[in-house]
């Protein structure tokens, strides 16, 4: 299985600043994913980011709220922007080798905008 | 993607086997089945997954109907440290669009 590390675990922000999320995952992956998951709910995916191509962003999510880089096959950023307590929520980075094989996930950045 | 439905919450005495229901009935021929438990304040851990054999590991069983419009999963001997909550999803096989939408799931208590 893969290794998926995220940074910050947890961190607790001013609003109208904004965090950027790093995940780093110990192999290759071809598919990465950002999920949202609020207190109590299930998770919700952001965007699907795939190396080599933009960021495919879900409905209710826009690029300039959250702003994703894949640089290369092992690492992924998220960027939550122009925070607002709404925004308080644990987010989780994913990761697929393949659309064949399973996907890994991190442990999560809870974030607390105040 | 496919829509799933999951009970909300089932209970299940410790060493007995869990048996969850997964109903999928609009899948298509590309799309796999998959099942992941999230345990309290972790991330979602994969399972088990098919498209349309059953199939077993160290972890799990997973039975899918042969028109695929529901599947069970099962835990053989549950343990205390099953309690979780169990996702069932669909997943298109292709890369684009291959992505994991999670739904409610079911809350599994495993009970002394």
């Known amino acids: 299985s893969a290794v998926i590390s995220q940074k910050p675990s947890r961190d607790i922000c001013q609003r109208g600043t904004s965090l950027t999320i790093q995940c780093q995952v110990d192999s290759q992956v071809t598919m990465m994913f950002w999920y949202r998951q609020q207190p109590g709910q299930s998770l919700t995916l952001i965007a699907t980011?795939?190396?080599?191509?933009?960021?495919?962003?879900e409905s209710g999510f826009v690029i300039d709220k959250f702003p994703i880089s894949r640089p290369n096959l092992t690492f992924s950023t998220l960027t939550v922007s122009n925070m607002s307590p709404e925004d308080s929520s644990i987010y989780l980075c994913?990761?697929?080798?393949?659309?064949?094989?399973?996907?890994?996930f991190g442990q999560g950045t809870r974030l607390t905008v105040v | 993607d496919a829509k799933t439905t999951q009970p909300t919450s089932m209970d299940c005495a410790e060493g007995r086997a869990a048996n969850l229901p997964c109903n999928h009935s609009?899948?298509?021929?590309?799309?796999?089945v998959y099942w992941y438990r999230q345990i309290h304040s972790q991330g979602p851990q994969y399972i088990i997954h098919?498209?349309?054999n059953n199939e077993t590991n160290e972890m799990a069983s997973l039975i899918i109907t042969e028109d695929r419009k529901s599947s069970t999963l099962i835990l053989p001997h549950a343990t205390l440290r099953d309690t979780a909550v169990y996702y069932c999803i669909v997943r298109v096989r292709e890369t684009s669009g291959s992505r994991l939408t999670f739904g409610e799931g079911t809350q599994l208590t495993v009970n002394p």
């Open positions: 994913s990761a697929s080798w393949t659309e064949n094989t399973e996907a890994f």
């Open positions: 980011a795939n190396q080599g191509s933009e960021a495919t962003y």
């Open positions: 609009t899948i298509s021929g590309n799309e796999y």
């Open positions: 098919g498209l349309k």
